[in-house]
């Protein structure tokens, strides 16, 4: 059974950093985030792992995952939104107590994306694989990206509809800021690998591969006992989005999650955009996908609004989806069932 937190107006977001934090040269990045939150109603808490970074990590991971537990279990913080992800999340994991983790919405994506999955396989309770904190300092947001306050005010029982963007960010352009964070420059088209219109639905899962894969063979891996004890075995839409890999180390991972039976009773394979898909000896990110199309039988969708380039939907670890797509354009509904 799937438990939904819910965000409420007027929540206090809880900023902790359990991946990276920030240096001392980009705070008002942060400051500035806050302020925004706040002049959209929100109270504001930020923890001190937020202001330091060194070794690839704001803290030592006993700290980190000491912040993040007591933010979880603090009764006046509603929801956690990390300032951004990182590289060294997969340190905390065994340092959180999963035990006495209260229902509220994490957001966040690329590192934070292995608790978010770890937490939803292990405690039941959905998690927003969506924006982070930095992302939201521009004076307005995109119709993409801030339909992440909708996503999580839905509440159990309900359902949300969303749509592919217009266009997304080709590149990063921080020497020209945006009044919205993001340079939306290029056409969005989602894609499917058989080039037909299509419609798939299943329990979404999913994250940055870059750092799942390594939730494999660990206690907070652990997909047989969610699927059996969380969601009755219903088939799992598996959604995924590469930060780094190359080519051939994106076919590795997804071999081994076949291999490790993380693909067994899944309905169908989204993949977000990704600047890292570039060929390696003729071999094509498209190729990986017909690949995994034809061995598991099942529709790949690529090229959506998840991940590194931007915007992206906000998608929950743990709900009903419905995903389609018809001549480039996609849209998902989320059904928050318990």
Known sequence: MIRYPILEEGATIGITAPSSGVKVELHDLIKLSCSRMK??????????????????????????????????????????????????????????????IKSKWILGYSDISALLLAITLQTGIATAHGTNLVELRGEFSDDTTAMWQSVLSTKTGESILQHSSLYYQKEWNHSDPSLCVFHLTEQTCWKVISNTNVKIQGRLLGGCIDVIRHLIGTPFGNLQHFQNYQINNEPIL???????????????????????????????????????????DNYTVE??????????????????????????????????????????????????NP
């Open 287 to 336: 190729d990986i996908y017909k690949e995994l199309s034809e061995e598991l039988q099942i529709p790949i969708i690529y090229d959506i609004d998840c991940g590194h380039v931007p915007p992206q939907i906000t998608l929950i670890n743990g709900a009903y989806a419905e995903i389609e797509v018809e001549d480039g354009k996609g849209s998902m509904k989320q059904f928050f």
């Open 39 to 100: 002049t959209k109603g929100f109270s504001v808490i930020c923890g001190e792992t937020v202001w330091t970074q060194d070794k690839a990590k704001s803290s030592p991971a006993k700290i980190r995952a000491t912040e993040f537990n007591d933010m979880m279990q603090d009764d006046n913080i509603h929801i956690i939104i990390p300032p951004w992800g990182g590289e060294l999340l997969i340190e905390i994991l065994e340092y959180i107590d999963f035990e006495n």
């Open 238 to 280: 598996w959604f995924f989005e590469n930060c780094e890999l190359t080519t051939t180390d994106l076919r590795r991972s997804l071999v081994q999650m076949k291999l490790a039976g993380w693909f067994d009773n899944c309905t169908g394979l989204i993949f977000g955009r990704s600047p890292a898909n570039q060929s390696i």
